[in-house]
């Protein structure tokens, strides 16, 4: 190979074999050609930056394209360069009677879990993005500390202190890639440390349970009642996996002596609490329920996201972790799984405002949209009670007993997809919640909103 390669023009991997340069060039692009690797259109380097590339003649790689051009593999034009030239690639036939498959997404969408996507503040992310890039420092662009940016640790303490009443320290938080992966290093971590069993709310999501599943942890199930999830003692579990300002899917907050004695169960069995803060900053009604880690910090990790305030494809979530498990889960992983640039852009995001003012316009949107729900289901639905809607995004749409899968069937055939409260219980929960729907009304964006709620409308009972 030749000391100096080109220093403009494209790379282009090729191993010329067998006798003589020329026709070893000829034959490797002929073959990447023919195999696909070179896909028709690609346009390839220039005779000299290719000569030079491999240490070779420049006459001889103008030969071996003009060998391929007359062949009609490539293709040569003024202006345009030495491309791969077009070719009919054959399609395998198609069967006389193909079976019709079956619909892809549906054109309504209320399963819950997901923001409206279309309101996601793009100019003001663009802007925090500009700034935080211009304003980072160099060492930002390294491996970095493996709780994450600092600059995101010290806004989101002082976020978390201020909105959710979180005992936060920034030495204490690692940035995680959403809840699924913090809820993964945790419970890796238990297991590590000899823990057996994760006590879990008897309604829940399964991606959760199976997660605890794979670390070797066992999940039983909370008891409930009319109240909710009786959490005040888990019995031998040696942790405990809480959403307890806006549990999901049934929608209420723990009651407030169930809080408190959870805790004691924690600080007595020296137990850990794993408090999801499920949408936990769209309350409606009056101000948002505060954080269980307060009470007990040294017990209970506190776990947030930016899935439902933002969106879910940013990839960005924390814990608030006791400072005798800090060591461990950094030790797992933590914040080097998420961009050094997203993390600065959610920092400026925070200490900006802008944050802020998005949650509260959300927080606006969403309750009209919850109200417009109720409205609509009261004049044309009478016999559907909604719970659940103090808080969140989503309702739960009580159904008269044994109509839950009907109903589910009826949506598909208004080509609305929507899920039952049976897809979120345990399948070692005794007894049940009722028949219900889980709607998630945040989901579809402004202009699709009416006719999903139509959609909804025509298909219960």
């Not at 394209?65 to 054959?90: F, H, I, K, M, N």
């Amino acid at each position: 190979m030749a000391e100096h390669r080109a220093t403009s023009g494209i790379d282009l991997h090729l191993e010329p074999a067998g006798p003589g340069l020329r026709r070893g060039l000829t034959d490797a692009l002929r073959e990447a050609v023919r195999t696909g690797r070179l896909a028709p259109g690609t346009r390839l380097p220039s005779s000299r930056s290719l000569a030079a590339d491999l240490g070779i003649a420049r006459n001889t790689v103008a030969d071996a394209y003009a060998d391929l051009v007359a062949e009609g593999w490539l293709t040569a034009r003024q202006g345009s360069g030495t491309r791969v030239a077009p070719r009919e690639v054959p399609r395998p036939p198609t069967p006389a009677a193909a079976p019709r498959r079956a619909p892809g997404r549906l054109s309504h969408d209320l399963v819950p879990g997901t923001p409206d996507l279309s309101s996601f503040p793009r100019a003001e992310w663009l802007r925090a993005t500009r700034r935080a890039l211009a304003s980072a420092p160099h060492d930002a662009l390294g491996y970095g500390d493996p709780r994450g940016r600092p600059e995101l640790r010290a806004a989101l303490a002082d976020y978390l202190a201020r909105v959710r009443g979180v005992r936060a320290d920034a030495e204490r938080i690692v940035v995680c890639s959403g809840f699924a992966h913090g809820l993964q290093l945790l419970c890796e971590v238990l297991r590590a440390r000899g823990a057996r069993t994760l006590a879990v709310e008897p309604y829940g999501l399964d991606v959760h349970w199976d997660l605890a599943a794979r670390a070797g942890l066992t999940t039983t199930p909370l008891p409930f009642d009319a109240l909710g999830t009786r959490a005040q003692d888990p019995g031998d579990a040696d942790a405990v996996l809480l959403s307890p300002a806006h549990q999901f899917p049934l929608g209420g907050a723990l009651r407030p002596e169930r809080r408190a004695a959870v805790v004691d169960w924690a600080r007595r069995t020296g137990g850990l609490i794993l408090e999801d803060d499920y949408d936990g900053e769209f309350r409606y009604d009056r101000q948002a329920v505060g954080a269980l880690q307060n009470l007990d910090p040294d017990h209970v990790v506190h776990l947030g996201t930016a899935s439902k305030s933002l969106a879910p494809g940013l990839r960005l979530g924390w814990m608030v972790l006791p400072p005798s498990l800090l060591p461990d889960v950094v030790a797992h992983g933590g914040g080097r799984s998420v961009s050094a640039l997203e993390q600065l852009t959610l920092a400026e995001f925070l200490t900006s405002g802008a944050y802020d003012r998005h949650v509260r316009a959300a927080r606006l949107r969403y309750r009209r949209r919850r109200d417009s729900l109720a409205g609509a289901l009261a004049d044309r639905a009478p016999d559907v009670r909604v719970t659940g809607i103090a808080a969140g995004l989503h309702a739960v749409l009580r159904l008269p007993p044994g109509t839950e899968q009907s109903v589910v069937r009826a949506a598909t055939w208004q080509n609305l997809a929507v899920h039952g409260l049976s897809r979120y219980r345990h399948p070692a929960t005794g007894g049940t919640a009722g028949d219900a729907l889980v709607v998630g009304y945040a989901t579809p964006p402004d202009h699709a909103w009416s006719g999903t709620l139509e959609a909804l409308c025509r298909a219960l009972p």
